[in-house]
């Protein structure tokens, strides 16, 4: 079992920066894939990062890429999203998930469904 907490969400200027973090409980935490997702207002959740057990490999939504940034602290059982340059369109509840992964599966996964563990989730406003 591995429960996750978001922090750092909040109310920003457009063209600010956030830093989200979660923090993991548990003794396997380096076993997990985390991603980050996002749900607007009358939307579907979408994804937004994700980065591989090690933290060697990351992916990004092609909406974030070059602005936003992923990692994480092994250590710490702690993952982040960096948000730069933050538009109004930014505007979501964030959550970090956590999926097991096995040796002979995909490092890297996208897919909402395939997680094992959810946040409950922080609050990012972005304000025109």
């Known amino acids: 079992q591995v429960q996750l907490v978001e922090s750092g969400g909040g109310l920003v200027q457009a063209g600010g920066s956030l830093r989200l973090s979660c923090a993991a409980s548990g003794r396997t935490f380096s076993s997990y894939g985390m991603g980050w997702f996002r749900q607007a207002p009358g939307k579907e959740r979408e994804f937004v990062a994700v980065?591989?057990?090690?933290?060697?490999?990351?992916s990004y939504a092609d909406s974030v890429k070059g602005r936003f940034t992923i990692s994480r602290d092994n250590a710490k059982n702690t993952v982040y999203l960096q948000m730069n340059s933050l538009k109004p369109e930014d505007t979501a509840v964030y959550y970090c998930a956590a999926k097991r992964i096995t040796p002979w599966g995909p490092q890297l996964v996208n897919g909402d469904g395939e997680y094992d563990y959810w946040g409950q989730g922080t609050q990012v406003t972005v304000s025109s």
């Open positions: 980065i591989s057990k090690g933290g060697g490999s990351t």
